[in-house]
């Protein structure tokens, strides 16, 4: 089993960018549908493996970062949450794995495969 990493990452790093207030109003909603898009993706994958905690946390957050229907908060308020977001997706970095395929699979565990079909 892989590790997601590089979703979490990205949104990460467009979060931490976030923090700085001189930002175009365009970066945050670009910084809505990245965020949107990929902690939908992550709680489809905590889905997939079965994690309902993770479930909730990254849909909740998915639905927070919402482009469509809009959470509308103040510029402090929107910090500490991103601040948050930060720490849940590196938190699920550790907690969500990608199943590797068959192929893969089957090569790692072809000797130890070989042996009980003799």
Do not use: H
Request: proline share 4%; hydrophobic share 55%.
């Amino acid at each position: 089993m892989r590790r997601i990493w590089v979703p979490q990452v990205i949104a990460s790093v467009m979060l931490l960018w976030a923090l700085n207030p001189d930002n175009p109003y365009g970066y945050y909603i670009l910084l809505r549908w990245i965020c949107c898009g990929i902690f939908a993706y992550l709680a489809f994958q905590a889905f997939a493996q079965e994690k309902q905690g993770w479930i909730w946390v990254l849909g909740i957050t998915a639905v927070i970062y919402n482009p469509i229907f809009r959470v509308n908060l103040d510029r402090e308020l929107w910090s500490i949450i991103n601040v948050v977001t930060i720490g849940i997706a590196i938190a699920s970095i550790f907690a969500l794995k990608l199943k590797v395929d068959s192929s893969n699979a089957e090569v790692e565990a072809g000797p130890a495969r070989k042996s009980t079909e003799k």
